[in-house]
C-alpha cells in the first residue's frame, strides 16, 4: 500500500512509522513539522527501512494539496495533533483549529484524490467520564475537554464523509492510557514536557525531578488513586496495521484500543520503584481537574473482529522499557 503517515515523527507516529517500516510491504510517505514530533526518531529508523519524509503543517493547505497531487495514496493514518488536556482548556481554538479544522481538510483532500482508508487517532477522553469505568465504542461520549470535544468532532467528521461517500473507509481507533517505548531501545517517547503518569514517574527515577505528585487520593476506588488502562505503544501500534488490514475486507469501524484492566496511579508508582529499585519521592497533592476516577476498555472488539493480537500486556514491562528509554535521553 502507498500509506502517508501525519504526524509520523511524534511518539506514536514513529511507532507505527517503525512497525510499517519492519512489515516491509508499503511505500510511507511522512509529514511533521516537528511541533512535539523528533527529528532524531526519523533519522534512527532511517536505518530500519525506506521512507519519504515531507516537511509539512497541516494548516498549510496549499503545501499539501501539492502532495496529494504528487502521490497516489491508498490509505492515511492520521496523529498529528494537539493532545495536552490542560492545555486545550486555555486554548481552546488552538485545539480545534488543529485536530479538528485541520483534520476536515485532510479528509476532505482524501476523499477528493480517492485514498480509500483513513485511520484516525481518537482517545478515551471522548468518553468523558463514564458512569461505569469500564466504557465499550457502544457507551456514551460526553467529553469534558476541548481535547476531548476536538477529536470527537473529528469522528462525526468522518462518519459522514464516510456515509456520504462509499469508497471511503475509516476505523477510528479510541486509545486508553499508552506508555513504553520500542523493545529494541531504538524509540520512545522523546517529548520533555510530556505530562503523563508513567513519563513523570520515569523522569523522577532518572533524577530529572526531585519529586512527584499524586494527583487525589480521595477518589471512589481500591486505594483512592484514579484507575486507568496503561497499554504498551507496541501493541497500541500494532493495533494501527490490524485495523488497516480489517479495512481492506470490511467497513468503516471504530475500537477501542486498550487491554481491558486497570491500575492505580498508587500501583503504578509501586511497580515503578520495584522495576527501577530506586525508591523516589512522591507527594500527595489535590485532584487534577477533569480527571475521572477509572477508565478502562472493553476491548473485546479489537480482539475479536481484527487480527490484534496484545503481546506486552505487563505493567512491568511497559514501565521497564519507559525507564530504559528514559536513561537514553539527556
Ligand atoms: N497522574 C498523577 N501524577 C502525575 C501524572 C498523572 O497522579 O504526575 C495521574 C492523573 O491524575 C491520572 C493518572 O495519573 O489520574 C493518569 O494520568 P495521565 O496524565 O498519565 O493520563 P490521562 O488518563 O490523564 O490521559
Known sequence: ?????????????????????????????????????????????????????????????FSLREIFKTHKFDAIIHFAAFIEVFESTV?????????????ANLINLAIEYGVGKFIFSSTAA?????ESGVVSEQSPQNPINPYGKSKLMTEWILKDAAAANPNFKYGILRYFNVA??????????????????????????????ESM??????????????????????????AHLSVLEYLSSNDSDIFNVGYGRGFS????????????????KVIN?????????????????????????????SLELIISSALEWEKKLK
Open 265 to 280: 496511579v498508587f500501583e503504578v508508582i509501586e511497580t515503578a520503584k520495584k522495576v527501577s529499585g530506586v525508591d523516589f
Open 126 to 130: 471522548t468518553y468523558g467520564e463514564p
Open 1 to 61: 500500500m502507498n500509506i502517508l503517515i501525519t504526524g509520523g515523527a511524534g511518539y506514536i507516529g514513529s511507532h507505527v512509522l517503525k512497525a510499517l517500516l519492519e512489515r516491509g510491504n508499503d511505500s510511507v510517505t511522512v509529514i511533521d513539522n516537528f511541533y512535539s514530533g523528533s527529528k532524531e526518531a526519523l533519522i534512527t529508523l532511517e536505518s530500519v527501512g525506506k521512507f519519504e519524509f515531507i516537511k509539512c503543517d497541516l494548516s498549510d493547505t
Open 285 to 313: 497533592a489535590s485532584r487534577r481537574d477533569g480527571d475521572p476516577a477509572v477508565l478502562i476498555s472493553n476491548a473485546d472488539k479489537l480482539k475479536t473482529k481484527t487480527n490484534w493480537k496484545p503481546k506486552k500486556d
Open 213 to 238: 505528585s499524586v494527583f487525589g487520593t480521595d477518589y471512589a476506588t481500591k486505594d483512592g488513586t484514579c484507575v486507568r488502562d496503561y497499554i504498551h505503544i507496541e501493541d497500541l501500534a500494532s
Open 180 to 209: 513504553g517505548a520500542s523493545s529494541d531501545g531504538l524509540i520512545g517517547q522523546n517529548y520533555p514536557n510530556a505530562t503523563h503518569l508513567i513519563k513523570v514517574a520515569t523522569q523522577t527515577i532518572t533524577g530529572k525531578r
Open 91 to 103: 486554548k481552546p481554538l488552538k485545539y480545534y483549529l488543529n485536530n479538528t479544522a485541520n483534520a
